[in-house]
């Protein structure tokens, strides 16, 4: 197995305020009774392409994933399906279809919050950025603003079952 290592975060920012653009859209998502979280998608030099929350609820769209919504968001913008030297920042540990979209979609790097015990697909149960079968492997950063992410997660289901 391939290893990649993360490079340093681009010129003038930091993994956390990259996080920062993502929890702030996680936020959103309680608001329309959708569960909180949110993914950001930045060019290599820390510029934001594009961002969303997770709405498969309010889409009626098993794939209305915070990552997904954020990925067709900026294939829009920049006109091309594929999305080189861009990097994601999510706040919990994107689940198989999302990884599998990241990969296919040529991001080159992940930065997550919270790891997802029950689905997450990069650490928790499966090393999705570097599969072996896959041509296009990811670098990846875990645990930027960790409490934070988990503790918004956290408080909204606790919220649910009252």
């Given at each position: 197995m391939r290893v990649l290592t993360?490079?340093?975060?681009?010129?003038?920012?930091s993994w956390r305020s990259l996080m920062d653009v993502a929890f702030q859209e996680a936020c959103k998502a309680p608001k329309i009774d959708e569960?909180?979280?949110?993914?950001?998608?930045?060019?290599s030099t820390g510029t934001l392409i594009a961002s969303a929350h997770n709405q498969p609820i309010s889409l009626n769209d098993p794939t209305g994933h915070a990552e997904i919504l954020c990925l067709r968001k900026a294939a829009d913008a920049l006109g091309n399906y594929r999305?080189?030297?861009?990097?994601?920042?999510?706040?919990?540990?994107?689940?198989?279809?999302?990884?599998?979209?990241?990969?296919?979609?040529?991001?080159?790097?992940?930065?997550?919050?919270?790891?997802?015990?029950?689905a997450g697909a990069l650490i928790s149960n499966l090393e999705g950025h570097s599969l072996h079968f896959t041509n296009?492997?990811?670098?990846?950063?875990?645990?930027?603003?960790?409490?934070?992410?988990?503790?918004?997660?956290?408080?909204?289901?606790?919220?649910?079952?009252?």
């Open positions: 993360p490079p340093d975060a681009p010129s003038g920012t569960a909180p979280i949110g993914a950001a998608l930045f060019s999305l080189p030297n861009t990097i994601m920042a999510v706040t919990l540990e994107p689940c198989m279809m999302c990884t599998g979209a990241l990969i296919h979609s040529r991001v080159a790097g992940i930065v997550f919050g919270a790891r997802d015990p029950k296009h492997k990811m670098w990846m950063v875990e645990g930027v603003m960790e409490e934070e992410c988990s503790s918004l997660l956290k408080r909204f289901f606790l919220e649910r079952r009252k």
